[in-house]
């Protein structure tokens, strides 16, 4: 059984603010509950996006915080070889195909069908160049999203928090793009090949990204690579009752007072936590996460089944399900 490994993966687009402190503060948690590795992964792949500095003062709020990485920071855009391997092998094995649409190509393709198929404004992929390009020159490059058989790509998996969810990849979303039209590499890819190339067991993030994670499965089992469990932490709402984020203009949370951030961190959580320093506080704190969302070992089950076992690689037949109580 390896070890187990969490991670937090920040674009360094800005300062880390209170929703990402508390996105920060529960993977770490859950690593330490876990007596696992905690690592930092700087997810700077959508370079136009990102803010000169923003990781420097990234990594520097969370070392105020208390939170420090086990092992050096991964910085994706470093990371370019390990993705295109991956397209590569998804290109031979006939799952990643290239497209040469452009977003009014794949617009004109759903008003041919009398509807146009779109989730959270993003166009679901009708799959037009999957058999090929007519001549036309390749733009992306996009990952199949049916069976090997043909049929929808169904993806079950149990969040820690959420519990069961379920995602039709094909219908919801369509052939998701790996590499995009300007060659950058494409949030999904990246995340799947470092979770895997770091290790990582246990993926804690903002409930935000839940509706990636089916995508991310689906990829994973593509490339052949293990499923960490997952869970997604509640997020933090601003006065207007939108999502707290870097793109409404969040603010950096003040790390010249981390105990009074991490305090407001674990109240989202719904961490009692006690101790008037930064590590006592992150001590008892890892106490009461662990009460609430990693299940007691029972020693005389054999290690097949237990919950944490990453060798089964299945969150559907993991057994967290019931085991971790949903947050208030
Ligand atoms: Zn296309």
């Known amino acids: 059984m390896p070890r187990p490994a969490g991670r937090f993966a920040p674009s360094p687009t800005g300062p880390l603010h209170a929703g990402s402190l508390v996105a920060a503060l529960a993977s770490w948690l859950d690593a330490r509950a876990l ?53 590569q092998q998804l290109q031979q094995r006939g799952m990643a195909f290239a497209c040469a649409c452009s977003r009014r190509d794949i617009e004109a393709a759903w008003q041919v069908s009398g509807q146009l198929r779109t989730r959270h404004g993003e166009l679901v992929y009708p799959g037009t160049c999957r058999h090929g390009l007519n001549g036309k020159e390749p733009r992306a490059q996009r990952l199949r999203c049916t069976t ?42 990246a995340v799947v090949v470092d979770d895997a190339a770091q290790g990582i067991t246990h993926v804690v993030r903002g409930e935000d990204i839940a509706d990636n994670t089916a995508r991310q499965i689906h990829l994973q089992r593509q490339l052949g690579l293990p499923t960490p469990q997952y869970l997604h932490t509640p997020l933090v709402l601003a006065a207007d009752g939108q999502k707290l984020s870097k793109q409404n203009g969040a603010s950096a949370f003040d790390s010249s007072d981390p105990l009074a951030a991490l305090r407001m961190a674990g109240a989202v959580l719904g961490i009692e936590a006690h101790g008037g320093t930064v590590a006592d506080w992150l001590a008892s704190a890892v106490q009461s996460w662990a009460a609430v969302f990693v299940p007691p070992l029972v020693p005389s089950l054999p290690a097949v089944s237990g919950a944490a076992d990453q060798s089964a690689g299945d969150v559907d037949a993991g057994g967290m399900s019931g085991l971790a109580k949903p947050l208030p």
């Open 35 to 87: 007596n696992g590795r905690w690592l930092v992964r700087i997810e700077d792949v959508d370079m136009p996006r990102c803010v000169a500095g923003a990781d420097t003062l990234i990594l520097a709020q969370l070392a105020a915080c208390g939170l420090h990485p086990d092992e050096p920071v991964m910085w994706q855009s470093q990371r370019s070889l390990a993705y295109s391997s991956a397209l």
């Open 148 to 189: 090997d058989e043909g049929s929808d790509v169904l993806i079950d998996w149990t969040d820690r928090r959420l519990g069961p969810q379920t995602q039709n990849v094909t219908q919801a979303i369509g052939d998701f793009v790996l590499q995009r039209a300007d060659g950058l590499w494409a949030y999904q890819l």
